[in-house]
């Protein structure tokens, strides 16, 4: 049984990437995606954190990186994130293959997967990603000078598929404490849904005890799944310490959600972020993603933060 409330599904994804200004063409010129935030990481000020999605950055559609200039690439293996997916129109599966080819992405032959059209390809970091072609992809975003046509545009996270040695324990805080539920079995891969529309879906596939991940550029950081609240955030903090014994951070202020963090049974690092106060709190709609954005505790070091990160430009 899920906490009674919660608006189940994923926040975002965050990931780790090469040059910021590559990261930058690939997710907005190649992917279409909007910059709905350019600020830094809280932790280490002098690296960007970039963050991508639709037009107002509604949870379930955020993609966002840590770009450092040097990093050495990632392996993906057990206890990470495999492949991060984006919905688009199952129509538009096929203008995706010409966009990507046309931009020099290698993408693989189409494939049939938990009965959706699936394109899967690696960015520029080697990060594995997917399209999904759906029947219902929801409304377009209202990309403002955005390259890809509305009618092929991505809408969103679809979902992330999860490489784990077993499967059993992640899955009981899926369905516990998050607001999934098994709906299909494939091969090796099992499907959690929430029933949102963005964000919706984690696959969890059970590789037994092969060789540990390397986190890198193109490695996924954490998965962050959805709370409306606070208080929302508070009862799944109660279910994850209560019923199942895991260490759960305090709560830490991202500006533009709030947070807590633990470390899911099978390694991989999980997030808990609230829908609120969202994107639009320190710039309009309009200007998102233009400025560099601090918290009010980096504002007195701007002068610096700002000489040490890379043009973007």
């Known amino acids: 049984m899920s906490v009674p409330g919660i608006r189940h599904g994923i926040h975002h994804v965050t990931a780790l990437s090469g040059p910021a200004r590559r990261n930058l063409d690939f997710y907005n010129r190649v992917l279409g995606l909007r910059l709905v935030k350019k600020t830094v990481n809280f932790d280490d000020p002098g690296t960007y954190h970039l963050y991508y999605g639709d037009e107002t950055g509604r949870p379930g559609t955020i993609l966002t990186f840590f770009p450092i200039a040097q990093a050495a690439r990632g392996h993906v293996g057990t206890g ?126 059970g590789v037994g005890e092969a060789q540990r991940g390397r986190a890198g550029a193109g490695s996924v950081h954490h998965i962050a799944f959805r709370a409306a609240d606070d208080a929302e955030q508070a009862a799944m903090v109660d279910r994850l310490t209560r019923d199942h014994g895991l260490a759960v951070t305090e709560q830490r202020d991202r500006q533009y959600f709030r947070s807590v963090y633990l470390r899911e049974p099978g390694g991989i690092l999980f997030e808990i972020a609230t829908d609120v106060p969202g994107f639009a709190v320190d710039e309009p709609v309009a200007d998102l993603g233009g400025a560099l954005k601090l918290p009010a505790f980096l504002e007195a070091q701007r002068a610096r933060i700002e000489g040490v990160l890379p043009a973007l430009a």
């Open 80 to 205: 990470e994130t495999e492949e991060t997916a984006f919905t688009v129109p199952r129509g538009a599966i096929g203008a995706w293959i010409d966009r990507l080819a046309g931009h020099g992405i290698a993408v693989d032959p189409p494939v049939r997967r938990f009965g959706d059209t699936v394109l899967r390809f690696v960015d520029p970091d080697g990060m594995a990603l997917a399209l999904v072609g759906v029947d219902e992809a929801g409304p377009a975003p209202a990309r403002s000078g955005g390259e890809v046509p509305a009618g092929e545009a991505i809408r969103g996270i679809h979902g992330v598929t999860l490489r784990l040695a077993e499967t059993g324990p992640t899955a009981a805080i899926l369905t516990d404490v998050m607001g999934f539920a098994e709906v299909a079995r494939e091969g090796d891969a099992v499907r959690y849904a929430s029933g949102a529309d963005l964000g919706g879906f984690v696959t969890l596939r």
